[in-house]
């Protein structure tokens, strides 16, 4: 039976219930539609399915059963019209990018952007006559000062995923909609269970689906998720002229994935803050960087435009990244790792400003383990680097 009354079910029940698709002889998974084309018996039928080429079966460039499942999936829990599917979070947010701009277009974009969309905006973009100014995300001022009479794009992340700092989305979508430009905003961090870009005025909402939303560090997937329109013409030209599709595998993986997301995300957010709330209290710790603690500049803000919280957050340390680094091969449960969104913590050491001998930013993402095992492996990992430092010291 057809849910009539989509607002009265909860992300819970979105990702668990389906109403039985005769198609699939009542399989209660998606099956893998391992193939490449659909054919017709008869060609009235081969030459209707043209007439609507997303929402037809002809070839799996185009729309697979597969992928299409999970981009309703994926649509109905950002509650967007429309989602399309890519080979990885940078497809789709390339794609996306593409899809709103034209050679001499003008974008701003949140200065703490993650890097790969920084470089593809900043200078790849470039040679198709597209310029970028980055902004400091959190001052409205900076996106209003930015403006060019050419400005057709602004480029949104919130939380970044280094600084956690936020955008005001409904005041940057409110500027960039008074001047006639789009908005686009990387959702990852806090997934479409705990925010909604989209209700806040924002056109195109992108994710990485590697991260959470498949959840088990096995596999690297993308979507764009906004407007019938927007995606119709996003699927037309760069996601049908590029290529970058999700094989129907994978979107089973990740559809996997999607089944336990509002459950993962439960437990990750209560785990990041007891961890974060440890860090705040060490001693080598200057600062936490986590936009549910209190000291957030953007606590507030982030109350009033998120629902809850993931696990990925970093603190700053007076310590040099030396002496992170030899922490962190102190630690036994955290890996040494990119990315994120999987069962097993990792972490990554940075210099602020990259001198070897500035302060250092250190990113935590907290896993599925527990987080009192967690903060023993922290505290125990560090009382290990310190007698290791005076051991070493004259
Ligand atoms: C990982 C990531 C991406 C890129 O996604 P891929 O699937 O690796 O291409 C984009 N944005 C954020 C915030 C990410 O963490």
Redesign the pocket.
């Known amino acids: 039976m057809a849910m009539e009354d989509k607002e009265e079910s909860s992300v819970f029940t979105n990702v668990s219930h389906d109403p039985t698709d005769t198609r699939h002889h009542g399989a209660i998974t998606i099956p893998v539609y391992q193939s490449s084309l659909f054919a017709f018996e008869r060609y009235d039928q081969f030459e209707s399915a043209f007439s609507d080429l997303f929402r037809h079966h002809i070839y799996s460039r185009g729309n697979n059963p597969t992928v299409e499942y999970l981009e309703r999936k994926l649509a109905e829990l950002e509650e967007g019209e429309e989602a399309r599917c890519f080979a990885?979070?940078?497809?789709?947010?390339s794609s996306a990018i593409m899809s709103t701009l034209k050679s001499g277009d003008h974008v701003v974009c949140v200065n703490q952007?993650?890097g790969?969309?920084k470089e593809f905006l900043g200078v790849y973009m470039k040679r198709w006559g597209i310029e970028t100014t980055f902004v400091d995300g959190s001052d409205l001022a900076a996106w209003q000062a930015a403006i060019q009479p050419n400005t057709r794009l602004f480029y949104l992340?919130s939380p970044?995923?280094m600084m956690f700092e936020l955008q005001d989305l409904r005041a940057c979508t409110e500027l960039a909609r008074r001047i006639g430009a789009a908005t686009i905003i990387?959702n990852?961090?806090a997934t479409s269970c705990y925010q909604k870009p989209l209700s806040m005025g924002v056109d195109l909402v992108?994710?990485?689906?590697?991260?959470y939303v498949s959840g088990h560090s096995d596999c690297?997937?993308?979507v764009a998720i906004g407007s019938k329109q927007m995606i119709d013409r996003l699927s037309k030209d760069e996601y049908m002229l590029f290529g970058g599709i999700m094989a129907p595998q994978i979107a089973a993986l990740i559809t996997r994935g999607l089944r336990t997301l509002p459950l993962r995300m439960q437990r990750h957010e209560i785990s990041g803050l007891a961890v974060a709330h440890h860090m705040e209290k060490q001693s080598y710790v200057r600062k936490v960087n986590h936009p549910a603690l209190t000291s957030h500049p953007q606590h507030e803000l982030a109350r009033m435009q998120m629902t809850g919280f993931g696990s990925?957050f970093s603190f700053e340390s007076d310590y040099s990244a030396d002496v992170l680094k030899e922490w962190a091969n102190n630690l036994q449960y955290f890996k040494i790792g990119?990315?994120?969104?999987g069962f097993e913590s990792l972490v990554t050491v940075n210099s602020i400003g990259g001198q070897k001998s500035n302060p250092s930013i250190v990113r935590l993402y907290v896993g599925q383990e527990d987080p009192e095992d967690l903060i023993r492996d922290i505290d125990q990992a560090w009382q290990q680097t310190i007698q290791g430092n005076r051991r070493n010291s004259p």
Request: charged residues 10%; without cysteine; aromatic residues 10%.
């Open positions: 990885s979070g940078m497809a789709a947010i952007a993650y790969p969309t992340e970044t995923t990387d990852t961090w992108v994710h990485s689906l590697s991260k690297v997937g993308g990925l990119v990315s994120w969104g």
